[in-house]
């Protein structure tokens, strides 16, 4: 057999057909093309500024959707005056504009705009729902999207590609998130840094492109590249009901495709199952935590919004009612889902039962509301449970099903789902996008708008290069399994994402209150700052603020003993040197306050990535492009 007739699997066949940089079979690295790009409110503002600092007149790529879902909660200027931003960003440069109330960026991208065999990149982690129909979606830093919508390449370290095969089908009371909570459950949330995971075998076929959907949306917590679906008669058949007949293409895996490992999940054989606090791979049976006492139950998220999730939960509070001390909210993932609810008497049903009907946002997902009280447990169908990401440190998140998260809400305890009638997949979808500006003018634009800038808007920081020789103070030491939340808390903090002096005040505000005077202090003292953590640092969101508040604080250098791909790649693209112990033991060897000296540093950087410091040796795997850019001081500096 020729290689060029070699079986390939969906991820092989649409790299391959967007391949601009690389070869798969000699590189470390390929640049691919990007089709699509999508951002969301907390990090767009940023993006598109950093994508006005290119000097670009419109966008270059297929489309480019901006999308206001998460900072929709409008308590002082600084959200209402962004949005204002991004709206004429969007006319300005040839940008679709998603208004707030419209919908949740994920959700909405996948009903609307969504195309089997072609390429998303977004600012935003959870980006790899498109996977649920065939495309290779990925999240990044908004200077990626900067860059892509601008035409130029995204970067992927050669992938390996992990299979999971689905066999038999769900059980009554089982649903999607059971089936990405007992992957969580086999492969956890670190390690699996440069996979991709991608779903075959006789079971996807009875999963609906909602249900594919939710999987590959929470395969950003197991920290791979991606997640993704073959394109087959269940997406043909969505998208036409969507009325978008003419966006399906069929890419399925060639039989006797290879995987470079096999995991068989039995779809039959699967239970309820909650991830318990705090961490989305600390999975349970619902079983085993059954009878705990609930205060609150949210349903929504990007992970669990749709149709048929809504629909469903309905099913199960006809005719009943929440638990009296119990509070219950439930946030529909667009518009179009709010439209059919109406049509087909959910809402009425929901109303009735005594749940709160939420914006149509992310909401509680990113502790911008519905907090719950202290030490509260709280039952949520969004994609995750980070320590104080709710809002409230005490708090006890669970993610569970929306069968679950039903089920309890009439008892008020974590109960089991013991069954509904499966939600039927509509045969048409109302076209609902009065809340999509600029369609007209996408790709284009309207070259004479005024952008709007408010007084929370400020310039992009510029990185500096790296020095020959580097003194530095560790000015923070952290455990395993930092996320970016925190480093760069959302919530209340969210309001100052495009501007990072100010935003820069809080950096690891829920670790260290004294971070950002720490690293003004070492600054004045003519020293760098380091941050040292231990596995998986930086997992979580896609937010390169985590990466750009510290570098504006003068930080160089993160020691780590891993990290995570999205974060990584963002120091990388603000000019901060993404180190590793050589032994991992080292990690106990460096304490806060102690001074570094990078002897050095810029040679090793250009050389093989070793560089001994104070007798610990430490290692960056760099290719020559991140080279460049860490040596020039970001990405942005390489691209003036």
């Given amino acids: 057999m020729k290689k060029a007739d070699k079986p390939r699997t969906v991820t092989e066949k649409i790299i391959a057909s967007h391949l601009l940089e690389g ?30 600092a290119m000097g670009v007149k419109r966008i270059r790529n297929e489309l480019a959707v901006s999308y206001v879902d998460h900072n929709t909660v409008q308590i002082g200027f600084e959200n209402a005056d962004d949005h204002d931003f991004l709206a004429s960003i969007a006319k300005k440069y040839g940008i679709i504009y998603s208004k707030a109330g419209n919908g949740i960026c994920h959700q909405l991208h996948l009903e609307r705009f969504g195309k089997p065999g072609t390429t998303l ?72 840094v440069g996979w991709i995971f991608e779903y075959f075998g006789p079971g996807v076929a009875t999963l609906d492109v909602p249900s594919r959907a939710t999987i590959a949306n929470m395969g950003a917590e197991l920290g791979v590249t991606t997640s993704v679906f073959p394109s087959d008669r269940v997406t043909r058949q969505f998208l036409a009901a969507q009325g978008r007949p003419g966006d399906f293409t069929e890419i399925v895996a060639d039989k006797g495709a290879k995987y470079d490992d096999v995991f068989e999940v039995d779809l039959g054989a699967l239970e309820p199952l909650a991830a318990a606090p705090h961490s989305p791979g600390n999975v349970v049976t619902v079983k085993s935590i059954r009878g705990k006492k609930v205060g609150q139950i949210l349903i929504g998220s990007c992970t669990n919004s749709s149709y048929r999730d809504i629909r ?23 518009r179009q889902v709010i439209e059919m609810l109406l049509k087909d008497g959910s809402l009425a049903i929901l109303h009735e039962a005594g749940c709160r009907m939420l914006e149509n946002a992310c909401g509680f997902c990113i502790g911008a509301h519905m907090s719950p009280s202290t030490n509260a447990v709280s039952l949520r169908t969004n994609n995750r449970n980070f320590e104080g990401r709710s ?69 992009v920081p510029a990185g500096k290069a790296m020095p020959e020789n580097l003194a530095a103070k560790v000015a923070i030491k952290v455990g395993d399994k930092i996320t970016t939340d925190h480093i760069m808390p959302a919530g209340a903090r969210l309001k100052y994402r495009s501007n990072v002096p100010e935003y820069s005040k809080y950096v690891f505000e ?71 112990f050589e032994n991992p033991a080292d990690y106990d060897r460096l304490s806060q306050g102690d001074r570094l000296d990078f002897s050095g540093i810029a040679q090793a950087i250009a050389g093989d990535g070793r560089i001994e410091v104070n007798g610990i040796k430490l290692r960056t795997e760099l290719s020559a492009r991140e080279k460049e850019i860490v040596l020039k001081g970001g990405l942005l500096s390489c691209l003036n």
């Avoid at 284009?444 to 400020?458: D, E, H, L, Q, Y």
């Avoid at 829920?510 to 003292?525: T, V």
């Avoid at 953590?533 to 250098?557: D, F, I, T």
Wanted: proline share 5%; hydrophobic share 40%.
């Fill in 121 to 192: 990149l977004g600012s935003d982690s959870h980006t790899p729902t498109g996977g649920g129909i065939g495309q290779i979606a990925i999240g990044a830093g908004g200077i990626d999207i900067a860059v892509a919508m601008a035409g130029g390449a995204f970067h992927i370290p050669v992938p390996k590609v992990r299979g999971i095969r689905l066999v038999g089908r769900l059980s009554k009371g089982v649903s999607a998130k059971d089936v990405i909570l007992k992957v969580l459950e086999k492969f956890g949330t670190k390690g699996n």
């Fill in 312 to 334: 469903t939960v309905a099913q199960i509070l006809k005719g009943k009612h929440v638990a009296e001390d119990v509070e219950v909210g439930i946030a529909c993932g667009s």
């Fill in 510 to 580: 829920p670790c260290d209150r004294n971070f950002h005077d720490i690293c003004l202090g070492n600054a004045e003292s003519g020293f760098a700052n380091v941050i040292v953590a231990g596995e998986s640092y930086g997992q979580g969101s896609s937010r390169e603020h985590a990466a750009l508040c510290p570098m504006y604080l003068g930080v160089k250098a993160v020691v780590a003993k891993s990290i995570e791909r999205i974060h990584r790649a963002n120091l990388v693209n603000f000019g901060i040197v993404p180190f590793v």
């Fill in 391 to 459: 809002g409230t440190q005490s708090a006890q998140v669970y993610l569970v099903s929306p069968e679950t998260a039903a089920a309890s809400a009439l008892t008020g305890k974590v109960t089991a789902c013991e069954g509904t009638a499966k939600v039927p997949s509509p045969k048409r979808f109302p076209t609902v996008d009065d809340m999509f500006l600029y369609r007209a003018t996408a790709g284009k634009g309207v070259p004479r708008t005024k952008i709007v800038r408010g007084p929370n808007i400020a310039p």
């Fill in 23 to 52: 070869d798969p079979a000699t590189d470390r690295e390929l640049g691919i093309r990007i089709d699509q790009t999508l951002t969301q409110d907390a990090t767009g503002t940023m993006a598109y500024l950093q994508f006005e």
